[in-house]
């Protein structure tokens, strides 16, 4: 997956943007200078033409665009429109030019801060999401030499310098450092590695040098794909942002043959019906004004800015949100669905016991790695953890997992199974229950019953809390769902205060019940399924949200799902639903208040109370608060 670099914005402002200060403070000061000299006629009409053109005329020539494009109403049309029939009304009736020249400063100044804010935003999220790594060290004949890390192939060796970011996930090889993984989780303690963990890309080694074989590309490491999903974020609409577009479709049409109405119905009811003067100029600068007030932009900024600040402050929580449209749906989160293993329990398995085995149980659990050494469930790391040793993989063949039951392959060319009571059905395999609690690998050897191994997994130290804190966000119901028996299941899930259990089933299974719970879940509210990927990514992309633990899940559920949590902390889904409902909230409120405030002011202006002054403050200040309004979905520490 090749990753476009992130623009880097490093003048908070940017050239265009000066020219446009510049423009403002030209146009201001011609205004005022034009104040103190007295002018008439055809003189005062060109003097005045300057700051006008000054600090309008990129309007203008994107009005004469649209029009051309026959995409004709959008703000600069009414921007256009309203001035120079505010230039109009002067030259004709009251000799005052200020107004319209002031109307086109005032929006440009909006359009200046608009322009700021959007930027600043953009660069506080990259600064936050500043993680790309710009060169990976290889040591060549003692001397370290920087390369780009898109050339550095599987299996090098690189190495990292404290203070360094890790440029490529790898095993370390070499070394021990305590790494900072601010970056990638929210998370600021620091974290100890050694020789022998795997290390993803993104954190910073903080001590000591490390030696890291690197087990993927640079493009597929977790780094680069969390800068591609990142980047590609709010490429996906909201349905708030798309009910924006359609409305501006509707709306600027509407207030244009509203003004257009405005201006020609009372003088022609005036002069036809009640036989008074028309009043034409009064009733055209009434609508112009309503055409100035109407201008969207307010809306039309602050909501993609809101979903933008809303995924750069998720993120800089080590909650990756893949879309504005998910930030939607995870606010409204009422159940929340969860895999058991590597999700609310850690997925690291300690043996405990190994029963009726009739090998010696260093044997059994040679076995036993062997069989799993090209399994990535987290029972067969545990298995190579208490194996030891790398196992050696030339001595297995055929290998056969069977998603939710085990694996089958042959050891030097003997059958071996190991896996759940279901494996040892399927295959007609005897099997000795066991009659303590925990997870149960029975063992078959050539046709046979070898005995068992039994293992169990810690619960996450959060898990509990996480349960708690869903129920304060909101969450009415939450499920746990496992391949594991019922007797671990129930215990972890009255452990934890789960509200419904399901156990023993299979990937298929899962998906079942997450449909079911789907058709039965109260109106409007969605359904999130959190899990490791490891035999649940059908579910993570049949659920409503579906959630991925990013540090210890697997890449495909990584892929399917639509929020990622960097550090597998269930605390976080409460965190990631609490952010998108502020979210989501600063989006209501914007739409209603700038909604709202327009429509005092169009009744205003139609009324004549509201000039075109007050109109474009008004807007301009609207713009305003709603931007500042949206920023604020940027702070999400202490939700
Ligand atoms: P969970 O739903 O808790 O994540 P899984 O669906 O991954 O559990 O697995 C369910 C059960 O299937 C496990 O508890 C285990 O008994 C068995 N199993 C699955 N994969 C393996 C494997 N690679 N080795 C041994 N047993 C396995
Ligand atoms: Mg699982």
């Known amino acids: 997956m090749p990753v476009k670099p992130l623009k880097k914005v490093t003048n908070p402002v940017n050239k265009k943007q000066k020219k446009m200060l510049v423009r403002i403070f030209a146009a201001a000061a011609l205004l005022i200078a034009l104040h103190f000299v007295p002018l008439d006629g055809m003189w005062k009409f060109v003097l005045y033409l300057v700051p006008y053109l000054v600090i309008g005329y990129d309007i203008l020539i994107k009005a004469g665009k649209g029009i051309k494009n026959r995409q004709v109403f959008d703000e600069n049309f009414l921007m256009a429109i309203a001035t120079i029939g505010a230039f109009v009304i002067a030259v004709t009736d009251s000799g005052d030019y200020v107004e319209a020249i002031a109307v086109m400063l005032f929006y440009q100044i909006g359009e200046f801060f608009q322009s700021y804010a959007v930027g600043k935003s953009r660069k506080n999220i990259s600064e936050l999401m500043d993680i790309r790594p710009d060169y990976a060290n290889i040591e060549e004949n003692g001397a370290l030499v920087r390369v780009d890390p898109d050339e550095v192939e599987v299996g090098t060796v690189i190495v990292v310098q404290p203070g360094e ?80 577009s359609k409305f501006a479709k509707i709306y600027t049409p509407a207030v244009c043959i509203g003004a257009f109405a405005l201006a020609i119905l009372p003088p022609l009811i005036r002069m036809l019906a009640m036989g008074s003067s028309p009043q034409w100029s009064d009733w055209i600068y009434r609508a112009l004004t309503f055409l100035v007030i109407s201008c969207p932009c307010a809306l039309v900024i602050s909501i993609p800015l809101s979903f933008f600040a809303g995924i750069g402050g998720a993120s800089r929580e080590g909650v990756l949100v893949k879309g504005s449209n998910y930030l939607e749906t995870l606010s409204k989160t009422n159940y929340v669905v969860f895999d058991k293993t590597g999700t609310l329990t850690q997925g690291v398995f300690e043996v405990n016991g190994i029963h009726h085995n009739k090998l010696e149980d260093e044997k059994l659990i040679e076995y036993a790695a062997l069989v799993e050494s090209a399994s990535s469930h987290p029972i067969s790391r545990s298995l190579q953890r208490a194996y030891g040793r790398e196992p050696d993989r030339s001595r297995v063949t055929d290998v056969q997992e069977i998603s939710g039951n085990g694996v089958m392959a042959n050891v030097d060319g003997i059958p071996v199974a190991a896996g759940n009571a279901k494996l040892m059905e399927r295959l007609g395999i005897e099997y000795i229950p066991c009659h303590h609690v925990g997870t149960i690998i029975h063992m078959a050897i050539d046709g046979q019953y070898a005995g068992h191994i039994l293992i169990s997994d810690v619960i996450k130290p959060t898990a509990k ?53 789907i058709k039965t879940k109260p109106a409007g509210g969605t359904l999130a399924f959190v899990g490791d990927g490891i035999n649940d990514a059908p579910v993570l992309s049949r659920a409503d949200i579906g959630i991925a633990m990013g540090a210890m899940g697997s890449d495909a559920a990584i892929e399917a799902a639509d929020v990622v949590l960097m550090d597998d902390d269930p605390m976080k889904i409460s965190k990631a639903i609490k952010i998108s409902k502020k979210c989501l909230r600063i989006v209501y409120q914007n739409i209603v208040f700038a909604i709202g405030i327009k429509l005092i002011c169009l009744a205003l202006g139609a009324l004549g109370i509201a000039g075109m002054w007050l109109a474009i403050f008004a807007d301009v200040g609207v713009m305003i608060i709603a931007v500042l309004n949206a920023i604020r979905a940027l702070f999400v520490k202490k939700l």
């Open 165 to 244: 970011k890790v440029p490529i996930d790898g095993v370390i090889v070499e070394g021990s450092g305590s790494l900072n993984t601010s970056a990638l989780t929210g998370e600021s303690l620091p974290r100890d590695a050694k020789t022998g963990d795997e290390i993803i890309s993104g954190c910073i080694n903080m001590t000591g040098v490390l030696k890291i074989k690197t087990t993927k590309e640079f493009g597929e490491s977790t780094v680069s794909k969390i800068l591609d999903l990142v980047e590609n974020a709010s490429s996906r609409k909201s349905k708030s942002e798309d009910f924006i």
């Open 465 to 517: 809390e996480a349960i708690g804190a869903l129920k304060s966000a909101g969450v009415t119901k939450t499920v746990m769902l496992t391949g594991d028996i019922g007797s671990v299941a129930q215990a972890v899930g009255r452990e934890l205060g789960v509200d419904e259990v399901h156990s023993e089933l299979l990937p298929e299974d899962k998906v079942e019940i997450v449909e079911k719970l």
